[in-house]
């Protein structure tokens, strides 16, 4: 079936970095832009970055430009999310998050279960 | 960027009542508004997407319905199982694809 899973989180120092990995499966990968959102514990959804099917735009959120860093490898079927100067404020749950596509109005369709990032000394 | 605001923030309703959530964007997003349903502890899930469109398998007791900046999200008949917090979310032109605060839905 049509899964997401992430894995690389876990327990880092301000300033050090981390990379989080999301292995897709079940569908045709390199034909979906993915995007990273991410959820502080008891806060909303902050849309952090997206990545376009072929890898030939990224964006980001402001909170995160210059310090995080989104890529795909379409022959492996994975997503990255290189996170570099962590911060306290990046503390979240991390969802790696498939688009669908104009045929659903570019929404969020499929959704990993999370891998929980935590910044602190 | 485009900011969304939704409201209420919280609501508690009755199982069987009509509930309903509204979303504003600040500047017109045409239909490009998506809706998601999170159940504690677990993944958000896509439930409408272009305003008004229900995703497959998604119960007919759930609607969207706004263009521009004004959209509303209406449970017909709530049901116990239907507690959960529902954001929507913009998705006009580029990027950042911004979220609403959340609506934590409870029962009374």
């Known amino acids: 079936q049509v899964q997401l899973v992430e894995s690389g989180g876990g327990v880092v120092q301000p300033g050090r970095s981390l990379r989080l990995s999301c292995a897709a499966s079940?569908?045709?990968?390199?034909?979906?832009?993915m995007h990273w959102v991410r959820q502080a514990p008891g806060k909303g959804l902050e849309w952090v970055a997206v990545?376009?099917?072929?890898?030939?735009?990224?964006y980001y959120a402001d909170s995160v430009k210059g310090r995080f860093t989104i890529s795909r490898d379409n022959s492996k079927n994975t997503l990255y999310l290189q996170m570099n100067s962590l911060r306290a404020e990046d503390t979240a749950v991390y969802y790696c998050?498939?688009?669908?596509?104009?045929?659903?109005?570019?929404?969020?369709?499929?959704w990993g279960q999370g891998t929980m990032v935590t910044v602190s000394s | 960027d485009i900011q969304m605001t939704q409201s209420p923030s919280s609501l508690s309703a009755s199982v069987g009542d009509r509930v309903t959530i509204t979303c504003q964007a600040s500047?017109?997003?045409?239909?490009?508004l998506n809706w998601y349903q999170q159940k504690p502890g677990k993944a958000p899930k896509f439930l409408i997407y272009?305003?008004?469109n229900l995703e497959t398998g998604v119960p007919s007791r759930f609607s969207g319905s706004g263009s521009g900046t004004d959209f509303t999200f209406t449970i017909s008949s709530l049901q116990p199982e239907d507690i959960a917090t529902y954001y929507c979310?913009?998705?006009?032109?580029?990027?950042?694809?911004?979220f609403g605060q959340g609506t934590k839905l409870e029962i009374k």
């Open positions: 990545i376009w099917y072929d890898g030939s735009n990224k």
């Open positions: 979310q913009q998705y006009d032109n580029l990027p950042p694809y911004t």
């Open positions: 500047q017109d997003i045409s239909n490009y």
């Open positions: 998050v498939r688009n669908c596509g104009g045929d659903c109005g570019y929404a969020f369709d499929i």
């Open positions: 079940g569908f045709t990968f390199s034909s979906y832009g």
């Open positions: 272009d305003a008004s």
